[in-house]
């Protein structure tokens, strides 16, 4: 059983910055890709930036130069610094890791952190 744990949502007032982090537990053996999805009412669910494991980082149009994933094997988390935020970065934001875990490749996601700009 393999859990992902969000933090670091909250209200940030437009042009802020915040830090999403998530780690992952429970009985893993190595993680492959991490990333960051957000989803908004009425929306499907988007991807914002993915980390490989040993590829250049990859983002949505409509966060790059703003957003920075990175990822810390050792530690089993991937975080998402949000810089220059909008109103339109309002969402819930969903970590998303490929686990390899007793044998098994699974996706995981975690349970969100919402995240709300606004003045």
């Known amino acids: 059983q393999v859990q992902l744990v969000e933090s670091g949502g909250s209200l940030v007032q437009p042009g802020g910055s915040l830090r999403l982090s998530c780690a992952a537990s429970g009985s893993i053996f190595s993680i492959g890709p991490m990333a960051w999805y957000r989803q908004t009412p009425g929306k499907q669910r988007e991807l914002v930036a993915k980390?490989?494991?040993?590829?250049?980082?990859e983002y949505a149009d409509f966060v790059k130069g703003r957003f920075a994933i990175s990822r810390d094997d050792a530690k089993k988390t991937v975080s998402l610094q949000m810089n220059s935020v909008t109103p339109e970065d309002t969402a819930v934001y969903y970590c998303n890791m490929i686990v390899m875990g007793g044998g098994v490749l699974r996706e995981y996601w975690g349970q969100g952190t919402q995240v709300t700009v606004s003045s």
């Open positions: 980390m490989p494991v040993s590829l250049m980082p």
